[in-house]
């Protein structure tokens, strides 16, 4: 009997490989409020909490000091509107990671329900699904502004339960950051974490997830009975 019923995703760093577009996009919008590019290799460390704090924790990195807020906030909003425009042309960049497309077709052949839960807005992973071929296997999207609230609050996970009809025991979540595996705990369900995306730098086992997996295959291998312990690199099972 499989273990789940439902399987929600984060999508960039779990699903997707998105930060040298996100970082691209990200220095364009701020270099034209007049300020100089950062470290595009360091957006990794800013993304997970929605576009717009992606954009302020870069702009706080290259700012000057003595900058009001007033200024401050007149300039972020000014580079998110820049930034849409931007991404919208290196979005197609965007890659799934090697394991995400077999993942979701396997699961979805097994009649698993999958979800996207991303803090990203939506217009902005709409875009970014674009002409891909997620959205084919992908039943949900529960993005940062479908709710009031977003991850880590419990609402975008328990929304998803209630659109699927699951249980919390019977849906996993499976994410790259501390984020993802808050939310999860907040809503009551299990959690797995991908160790190769956007944790902040943190490494992935001091999260505090239930699991540890080396990709997106172990998914299907736990939903076909036949998971290996030689492709978890660590697990924190309750």
Request: charged letters at 20%; aromatic letters at 6%; proline letters at 5%.
């Amino acid at each position: 009997m499989r273990p789940f019923d439902a399987i929600l995703f984060d999508l960039d760093g779990t699903l997707l490989e998105t930060a040298p577009e996100i970082g691209a996009a990200v220095n364009l919008a701020i270099i034209e409020q007049g300020l100089p590019p950062v470290d595009i290799a360091g957006v990794r460390f800013f993304i997970g909490h929605g576009v717009r704090q992606t954009i302020a924790q870069a702009y706080d990195t290259v700012a000057a000091a003595g900058t009001t807020a007033s200024k401050r906030e007149a300039d972020i909003d000014a580079a998110l509107a820049r930034f849409e425009h931007h991404y919208e042309k290196l979005a197609p960049l965007s890659q799934p990671f090697a394991d995400t497309v077999s993942t979701l077709t396997s699961l979805r052949a097994l009649g698993i329900q999958c979800a996207i839960v991303s803090n990203k807005e939506t217009r902005f992973v709409e875009q970014l699904l674009e002409n891909g071929p997620l959205p084919g296997l992908i039943d949900l999207l529960v993005c940062g502004d479908t709710l009031a609230k977003k991850k880590p609050d419990a609402a975008p996970i328990l929304h998803a339960l209630e659109k699927f009809g699951t249980a919390a025991s019977r849906t996993l979540m499976v994410g790259d950051s501390s984020i993802d595996v808050a939310c999860a705990r907040n809503a009551g369900v299990p959690v797995w974490m991908v160790p190769y995306g956007y944790n902040g730098g943190h490494p992935a086992e001091s999260a505090g997830a239930d699991r540890v997996i080396a990709s997106l295959t172990e998914v299907v291998l736990a939903c076909t009975g036949t998971a290996s312990a030689s492709v978890t690199l660590a697990d924190h099972s309750r």
